[in-house]
């Protein structure tokens, strides 16, 4: 059974940092891109980034490009997320996500087979 379980959220002012985390269980880690959505309240769910197995090609949506970064440390089954220069539209419940291979249409949540519980992310203005 895949089981993801992220970490690292928490309460940070406007452009501060925060990085959330990702740890995998129940899959062999190589074999799988990992992506990250975010949902806020009364909002669609959000893709914001993945990293692809094997070649571990990075991903980004528009509105995180630039500020956020995604790497896996392959030795932990871990994908990190830093976020950076945080906004008060981050805000939001952190998800990270996991399937076979390849990125693909990243931004898509039905993309993805198998789900963390989520961490929230709350940032001050």
């Known amino acids: 059974e895949v089981q993801l379980v992220e970490s690292g959220g928490g309460l940070v002012q406007a452009g501060g940092s925060l990085r959330v985390s990702c740890a995998a269980s129940?899959?062999?880690?190589?074999?799988?891109?990992i992506g990250w959505f975010r949902q806020a309240p009364g909002t669609a769910r959000e893709g914001i980034s993945c990293?692809?197995?094997?070649?571990?090609?990075?991903y980004y949506s528009d509105s995180v490009r630039g500020r956020f970064t995604i790497s896996k440390d392959n030795a932990k089954n871990t994908v990190h997320l830093q976020m950076n220069r945080l906004k008060p539209e981050d805000t939001a419940v952190y998800y990270c996500a996991a399937r076979e291979r390849f990125c693909g249409s990243f931004y898509l949540a039905k993309e993805f087979g198998s789900w963390g519980q989520g961490t929230q992310v709350t940032v001050s203005s």
């Open positions: 129940g899959l062999t880690f190589d074999d799988y891109a």
């Open positions: 990293i692809s197995s094997y070649d571990t090609s990075t």
